[in-house]
């Protein structure tokens, strides 16, 4: 009898894992019928619009376009000149946090080259370049009692000069991420409110000093700090200087698993309003976004019960807070490179459980195998995306005032490559639905490119290229080279949008063309580097392999690569002609 129970007890377990299986490949048909749903509403929604459009597609008159940078990634000078530390000094000098252990200590010396950059920039024919300030450059301590480095504002005088006299306008962030190293260490950073007084006191100092040349700025991510910021300006330099503050956020598009699926719309929607709604609702509306306040922002709501805690992890504002941010934004920037299918996914919230923003979202995100991927892992291109997203931002917002702030493509790839054809679909593509969006009312202003210079990555190092000209790091001079992506972008611009595709298709065709050259150019620039190198190594016998592998192989061989690829691509083209 109980050999019996044992064994109906086996067959139930074995009856409920069948169930599991066939549970859980009822859900996996049920994401893919309703992925299949969400992409045929993408191609339709895409093919309509490209069916309604005429074939001359030119933007309004005035409209601006740029390229980006910031001042970490790209100045180098870490120590020279009386700058202090930033958090990013300190933080990449730690061994195992950035890939290789790579610093931007140098980066791109841009320090050194501004009129070499901004000729780079004239060739492009930009209208705004949008670059950051960095604090502790200007205050050493972040704490501007202590001291005001004249030799920093010395270095941003002579770059907004040179700018706008080859006729660039400055756009300038306040803030990229290189808060001084002293206010970390000494308040925590942002986590202490004090930090909005010093940060008020760092914008005040920079409308002192540029204001009356600078005449958009863009604070941070910050809501308390950024209105700060921005009403101190309105009340001491708005009628005097004639400038706008702004904001400038990153979003990227959830688009639901399945359209018809109501719990993945709803997560789809939390998805941006978590993302982008988190910093830009207060500004605009006063208020956190309705469904973070219902999902983490009160004493009673789903996750703070089920969490057990005994206030919100959300702060709350006061109605004098709600006032004071409310309207604090003369345009917004938006940043958005891509974009993900969303589905709902419920996280264990309980007693125990682990919080974050993430788990805080219950939601899942997806990508499509097909999307185009040029190798870095979170950045596919999805163009119809972005149009999306700006319309999100002129239903919710009032339809303000917009430049894209950052929009660009990256590449992740062992070897040089100037003939970046991806990277030419990927502004194609993005600024033709950037051009459909303002066809729906969307009020876009202006496009910033990112970037103007490959730089240093954040954690990723050099690991990563977004630049439009390409930098060799492992020269201590860093010589710009143009990509093929240059010339597109440059022909973009001077026609203010696409005059019909076969001329499109002529920009694409010549600019791999001359990628070429300048493929030969660097590659016989790399081969004296790999030269000086192998004699470097032969007088230092306590080389390692290692080294050696990383400094004469993979040049080599890369150099090699790019001498063939030229070769062929030549080969072509005599073949087509």
């Given at each position: 009898?109980?050999?019996?129970?044992?064994?109906?007890?086996?067959?139930?377990?074995t009856?409920?894992?069948?169930?599991?299986?066939?549970?859980?490949?009822?859900?996996?048909?049920?994401?893919?019928?309703?992925?299949?749903?969400?992409?045929?509403?993408?191609?339709?929604?895409?093919?309509?619009?490209?069916?309604?459009?005429?074939?001359?597609?030119?933007?309004?008159?005035?409209?601006?376009?740029?390229?980006?940078?910031?001042?970490?990634?790209?100045?180098?000078?870490?120590?020279?000149?009386?700058?202090?530390?930033?958090?990013?000094?300190?933080?990449?000098?730690?061994?195992?946090?950035?890939?290789?252990?790579?610093?931007?200590?140098?980066?791109?010396?841009?320090?050194?080259?501004?009129?070499?950059?901004?000729?780079?920039?004239?060739?492009?024919?930009?209208?705004?370049?949008?670059?950051?300030i960095?604090?502790?450059?200007?205050?050493?301590?972040?704490?501007?009692?202590?001291?005001?480095?004249?030799?920093?504002?010395?270095?941003?005088?002579?770059?907004?000069?040179?700018?706008?006299?080859?006729?660039?306008?400055?756009?300038?962030?306040?803030?990229?991420?290189d808060?001084?190293?002293?206010?970390?260490?000494?308040?925590?950073?942002?986590?202490?409110?004090?930090?909005?007084?010093?940060?008020?006191?760092?914008?005040?100092?920079?409308?002192?000093?540029?204001?009356?040349?600078?005449k958009?700025?863009?604070?941070?991510?910050?809501?308390w700090?950024?209105?700060?910021?921005?009403?101190?300006?309105?009340?001491?330099?708005?009628?005097?200087?004639?400038?706008?503050?702004?904001?400038?956020?990153?979003?990227?598009?959830?688009?639901?698993?399945?359209?018809?699926?109501?719990?993945?719309?709803?997560?789809a929607?939390?998805?941006?309003?978590?993302?982008?709604g988190?910093?830009?609702?207060?500004?605009?509306?006063?208020?956190?976004?309705?469904?973070?306040?219902?999902?983490?922002?009160?004493?009673?709501?789903?996750?703070?019960?089920?969490?057990?805690?005994?206030?919100?992890?959300?702060?709350?504002?006061?109605?004098?807070?709600?006032?004071?941010?409310?309207?604090?934004?003369?345009?917004?920037?938006?940043?958005?490179?891509?974009?993900?299918?969303?589905?709902?996914?419920?996280?264990?919230?309980?007693?125990?459980?682990?919080?974050?923003?993430?788990?805080?979202?219950?939601?899942?995100?997806?990508?499509?195998?097909?999307?185009?991927?040029?190798?870095?892992?979170?950045?596919?291109s999805?163009?119809?995306?972005?149009?999306?997203?700006?319309?999100?931002?002129?239903?919710?917002?009032?339809?303000?005032?917009i430049?894209?702030?950052?929009?660009?493509?990256?590449?992740?790839?062992?070897?040089?490559?100037?003939?970046?054809d991806?990277?030419?679909?990927?502004?194609?593509?993005?600024?033709?639905?950037m051009?459909?969006?303002?066809?729906?009312?969307?009020?876009?202003?202006?496009?910033?490119?990112?970037?103007?210079?490959?730089?240093?990555?954040?954690?990723?190092?050099?690991?990563?290229?977004?630049?439009?000209?390409?930098?060799?790091?492992?020269?201590?001079?860093?010589?710009?080279?143009?990509?093929?992506?240059?010339?597109f972008?440059?022909?973009?611009?001077?026609?203010?949008?696409?005059?019909?595709?076969?001329?499109?298709?002529?920009?694409?065709?010549?600019?791999?063309?001359?990628?070429?050259?300048?493929?030969q150019?660097l590659?016989?620039?790399?081969?004296?580097?790999?030269?000086?190198?192998?004699?470097?190594?032969?007088?230092?016998?306590?080389?390692?392999?290692?080294?050696?592998?990383?400094?004469?192989?993979?040049?080599?061989?890369?150099?090699l690569?790019?001498?063939?690829?030229?070769?062929?691509?030549?080969?072509?083209?005599?073949?087509?002609?």
């Open positions: 009898m109980h050999s019996r129970l044992q064994e109906l007890k086996k067959e139930e377990e009856l409920l894992k069948i169930k599991v299986m066939l549970q859980d490949q009822l859900n996996r048909l049920k994401f893919e019928e309703g992925a299949l749903k969400s992409i045929i509403n993408a191609q339709t929604d895409e093919g309509a619009s490209q069916r309604s459009s005429p074939e001359t597609e030119i933007f309004n008159q005035g409209f601006s376009w740029g390229a980006g940078s910031s001042a970490y990634q790209t100045e180098g000078a870490w120590d020279k000149d009386g700058k202090g530390l930033s958090i990013w000094d300190v933080f990449s000098h730690k061994k195992g946090k950035i890939q290789q252990n790579e610093t931007g200590d140098a980066s791109c010396e841009g320090y050194y080259k501004v009129k070499d950059d901004i000729s780079l920039m004239k060739e492009l024919k930009l209208n705004h370049y949008r670059f950051s960095s604090w502790p450059r200007l205050i050493p301590t972040g704490i501007k009692s202590d001291h005001i480095n004249e030799k920093g504002i010395q270095y941003y005088n002579e770059l907004i000069d040179h700018l706008l006299e080859n006729k660039i306008t400055p756009i300038v962030t306040l803030y990229h991420w808060l001084p190293q002293v206010l970390q260490e000494k308040y925590g950073g942002w986590q202490n409110i004090s930090m909005v007084n010093h940060f008020n006191e760092f914008a005040n100092l920079c409308f002192e000093r540029f204001g009356n040349r600078i958009y700025w863009i604070t941070f991510n910050n809501p700090a950024h209105a700060k910021v921005w009403h101190t300006y309105d009340i001491q330099w708005r009628a005097k200087q004639k400038g706008l503050v702004g904001i400038s956020l990153s979003g990227d598009w959830g688009e639901p698993v399945d359209i018809s699926n109501q719990k993945d719309i709803e997560a929607e939390r998805y941006v309003q978590f993302y982008l988190w910093f830009a609702t207060p500004i605009f509306h006063g208020d956190y976004p309705q469904v973070m306040k219902d999902f983490i922002g009160k004493l009673n709501s789903r996750k703070s019960v089920q969490q057990g805690l005994g206030m919100s992890r959300l702060p709350t504002f006061s109605p004098q807070e709600k006032s004071y941010i409310k309207g604090t934004c003369d345009f917004l920037g938006v940043g958005h490179f891509t974009t993900r299918y969303i589905t709902q996914k419920s996280n264990p919230s309980g007693r125990g459980s682990s919080s974050s923003y993430f788990t805080d979202r219950d939601l899942a995100e997806l990508v499509d195998p097909r999307w185009p991927d040029p190798g870095s892992e979170w950045l596919y999805v163009p119809w995306g972005f149009r999306r997203l700006l319309n999100f931002v002129k239903t919710q917002y009032g339809n303000p005032m430049y894209v702030t950052e929009n660009g493509v990256s590449e992740k790839m062992l070897c040089t490559e100037l003939c970046d991806w990277r030419i679909q990927y502004f194609k593509d993005y600024i033709n639905e051009l459909k969006a303002i066809k729906d009312g969307v009020n876009v202003k202006g496009y910033t490119a990112w970037s103007l210079l490959d730089k240093f990555e954040w954690d990723e190092g050099y690991s990563e290229r977004f630049g439009l000209y390409y930098v060799d790091f492992r020269n201590k001079n860093k010589p710009r080279y143009p990509k093929a992506s240059v010339q972008y440059k022909r973009i611009i001077s026609s203010n949008g696409f005059p019909n595709q076969r001329e499109v298709e002529n920009w694409r065709r010549k600019a791999v063309e001359t990628c070429s050259s300048s493929n150019l590659a016989a620039e790399e081969q004296r580097s790999t030269a000086a190198n192998i004699l470097r190594l032969i007088h230092d016998p306590l080389t390692s392999h290692m080294e050696m592998v990383t400094e004469i192989v993979v040049p080599t061989v890369c150099t690569s790019i001498l063939l690829s030229a070769i062929f691509l030549m080969f072509l083209l005599r073949r087509r002609n």
